[in-house]
Structures are given as structure tokens and as C-alpha cells.
């Protein structure tokens, strides 16, 4: 799968999962990058239809997290089950895999748009390469996706004719062209300052309420965190030390590292 986009490499399968259903399960997976060990034995659900907000220090794993589950990075061991098929076991992916990948999409940082190509061809190019779909078929979803993220009126635009914010809007259509079920979102809002970074989350706030997207996000919006999130999972040296509410999050835990880190962001 590539990036800002999903790919389809077999049989599409629907999602039976409803909103309140796991729709992702993870069970036991490790990573390690050399002698480091960046995920130790983690345990994590997603709900259909949630937000969960990721965060936690640089190298906690949290993005690798992110990434096992897209498909762009295989763990050493563990098990994880996408809407109750398994798909990744015995370290590798199973055929499953194949069924139910483009019902996920990854949005990155850089947003990875094609420079030489306008809006348009950048969203409608994937769809119509890996899956045969048609020149007026594709217009008619670049038309939707567009006009779920609010930019309608630059489809023939340029990436460089737009801001970073809109770029960004860009990329989040660009992954709507599968219709995915989860987005997996990795500092989408890093680069962005915090007016453009707040619409480009109630973007995503608003994919969840209207289309029931599931969003993953690793982020440092802590206000995003506590008014939109259902879950807020902390990581802590390659584990995960906390999931709770945003409000049990931020307002009620006794975990002394999730404490430091909100207190340090915060400030």
C-alpha cells in the first residue's frame, strides 16, 4: 500500500462491522529494529466509528503501531484481525489480507501529493490504474471525496497553488477514493499552525460522525484529544501504559509518565 492512498491486490470483501463493533484487534505485537525493541507485546482494539487518539514521546511506538496496522511494516510476532478476519499471523500477512486492505488508508505528515499532476488526476490516478475504474466513475468520487474535505473548488489545482493546510485536505480525500473504514493518521497536523491544524481535524471529526470512519491519529493536539476522542492511548517505552477516556485520560490517571508528557506538551 502506498502511501496517502490504499491499494487492492484481491477479492473485495464488505465490512460488517457497525459503529460500537471492534473493528480492529491486535494481540501480542512486537517490533524490533535491530536491538531496539519499539513494540513490546501490544494488546489494542478500535472500535467502527471511533477516534483514537495516539500519543506519547518520539520512539514510543506509536507510529510503528500505525503502520502494522496499514500494512507498510510487518511485526515479529503477534496477531491482529481486521473486522474478525485475521490478517496477520506467524509474522506475516494472511490471503485475508488481501480482502479487506483497502478498506484502510494511511494519511502522512508530507502528504506525498504528485507535483506535476493537479487534484484531480492525483486522487483519480490509484483508482484507475489498480482498479480498472472508469474515467467518469473516478470524476465522480474525486467530485464526493473533495467535497467531504471542503475543497471542491480547487479539483484542477495544483499541490503547489495550494497551502499546507489544503494539501493536507488533498491527502485526506485521496485516501477517501477506497472508501475506507479506518484512517490511520500519523502527525497529519505537525507542520500546520494550530488554526489550520483544528480545521483539518474537524475534518476528520466530521469523516467519523457523517461516514462512521474510523480514525486513528497520532498526534500532540491535545485539545483535538479531549473534545473529539472516544480513546486516548498513551505509549511509553514501546508499551502502552494507558487507554482510557479523554477524560479519564487527562483529568483522572495516576500514571506519573502520562502525567509528565501532557504537562510537558501542554506547556
Known amino acids: 500500500?502506498?502511501?496517502?492512498?490504499?491499494?487492492?491486490?484481491?477479492?473485495?470483501?464488505?465490512?460488517?462491522?457497525?459503529?460500537?463493533?471492534?473493528?480492529?484487534?491486535?494481540?501480542?505485537?512486537?517490533?524490533?529494529f535491530g536491538d531496539r525493541e519499539v513494540m513490546k507485546s501490544i494488546d489494542f482494539d478500535m472500535l467502527a466509528g471511533d477516534i483514537t487518539v495516539i500519543i506519547g514521546r518520539s520512539g514510543s511506538g506509536k507510529s510503528t503501531l500505525l503502520r502494522a496496522i496499514a500494512g507498510l511494516t510487518d511485526p515479529d510476532a503477534g496477531t491482529m484481525t481486521f473486522d474478525g478476519e485475521v490478517v496477520f499471523e506467524d509474522a506475516k500477512r494472511t490471503p485475508a489480507w488481501k480482502q479487506v486492505d483497502s478498506h484502510?488508508?494511511?494519511?502522512?505528515?508530507?502528504?506525498?501529493?504528485?507535483?506535476?499532476?493537479?487534484?484531480?488526476?492525483?486522487?483519480t490516478l490509484a483508482p484507475r490504474k489498480?482498479?480498472?475504474?472508469?474515467?467518469?466513475?473516478?470524476?465522480?468520487?474525486?467530485?464526493?471525496?473533495?467535497?467531504?474535505?471542503?475543497?471542491s473548488d480547487h479539483i484542477h489545482s495544483r499541490p503547489s497553488e495550494l497551502s499546507g493546510g489544503e494539501r493536507q485536505r488533498v491527502a485526506i480525500a485521496r485516501a477517501l477514493m477506497m472508501r475506507p473504514k479506518l484512517l490511520l493518521c500519523d502527525e497529519i497536523t505537525s507542520a500546520l499552525d494550530p488554526p489550520v491544524a483544528a480545521e483539518v481535524l474537524d475534518v476528520l471529526?466530521?469523516?467519523?460522525?457523517?461516514?462512521?470512519?474510523?480514525?486513528?491519529?497520532?498526534?500532540?493536539?491535545?485539545?483535538?484529544?479531549?473534545?473529539?476522542?472516544?480513546?486516548?492511548?498513551?505509549?511509553?517505552?514501546?508499551?502502552?501504559?494507558?487507554?482510557?477516556?479523554?477524560d479519564d485520560a487527562f483529568n483522572k490517571t495516576e500514571d506519573p509518565e502520562l502525567k509528565k508528557f501532557i504537562d510537558a506538551v501542554r506547556f
Open 1 to 32: 500500500m502506498s502511501e496517502n492512498t490504499t491499494a487492492h491486490t484481491g477479492m473485495h470483501r464488505d465490512i460488517t462491522a457497525k459503529s460500537g463493533d471492534v473493528l480492529v484487534s491486535c494481540r501480542g505485537l512486537q517490533k524490533s
Open 104 to 123: 484502510v488508508g494511511m494519511i502522512f505528515q508530507s502528504y506525498t501529493l504528485w507535483p506535476h499532476m493537479d487534484v484531480l488526476k492525483n486522487l
Open 130 to 151: 489498480r482498479l480498472g475504474m472508469s474515467e467518469s466513475a473516478a470524476l465522480e468520487r474525486a467530485e464526493q471525496a473533495l467535497a467531504e474535505v471542503g475543497m
Open 205 to 246: 471529526r466530521r469523516l467519523k460522525e457523517e461516514e462512521g470512519i474510523a480514525v486513528a491519529l497520532v498526534t500532540h493536539d491535545m485539545a483535538f484529544a479531549s473534545k473529539a476522542a472516544d480513546r486516548v492511548v498513551f505509549f511509553h517505552q514501546g508499551e502502552i501504559a494507558v487507554n482510557a477516556t479523554p
